[in-house]
């Protein structure tokens, strides 16, 4: 296990949220904790052909961590077409020069979510909320 991991998995939520200045986290729903992912590897200059959405992301991502008027992004498209490398490329970016934490959130996580909400606000972080791979069905009931 990666000693940074096992160093935050003592810490409580707040105390993890507050003792880092950007980075990745994952929740865990069976210990009600957030934990650190490993580094981001991500870099906009390895993304081509998608000028004017590294732009207008990058834009609207820098305005959030200012402090100023942002969108909500919602990025679709086939597997495999660069949606999660453009996401994590531009929080790279972001993050390199402002106090700002990604959070990413699997589909069966979804239901957690005004508790997961909650224990970000108290932290008074700017936290990005990334659901990655959502798909619906009538089948699924993890939106339920």
Same mark, same amino acid.
């Given at each position: 296990?990666? %000693? ?8 409580? *939520?707040?105390?993890?949220?507050? +003792?880092? &200045?950007?980075? %990745? ?6 210990? *009600? ?7 981001? /590897? ?8 998608? /000028? ?7 834009? $609207? ?9 942002? *969108? $909500? ?5 086939? &597997?495999?077409?660069?949606?999660? +490398? ?12 402002? @106090? ?7 589909? $069966?996580? %979804? ?6 909400? &909650? ?9 990005? %909320?990334?659901? @990655? @791979? ?11």
């Amino acid at each position: 296990m990666n %000693i940074i991991k096992k160093i935050f998995t003592y810490y409580n *939520n707040e105390n993890i949220l507050n +003792s880092i &200045r950007s980075g %990745i986290l994952e929740w865990d729903n069976l210990s *009600n904790n957030f934990y650190l992912l490993d580094s981001n /590897e991500h870099d906009l200059n390895n993304l081509h052909n998608i /000028e004017v959405q590294k732009d207008a992301l990058l834009s $609207n991502t820098i305005a959030f961590a200012n402090n100023k008027p942002a *969108n $909500n992004a919602l990025l679709w498209g086939a &597997r495999g077409t660069g949606k999660s +490398s453009l996401v994590l490329s531009v929080f790279k970016e972001v993050s390199n020069k402002k @106090d700002l934490l990604l959070l990413e959130l699997k589909t $069966n996580q %979804i239901r957690y979510l005004s508790f997961i909400l &909650r224990k970000l606000k108290k932290s008074n972080r700017k936290s990005i %909320i990334f659901c @990655d @791979d959502f798909s619906f069905s009538l089948e699924n009931e993890n939106f339920i």
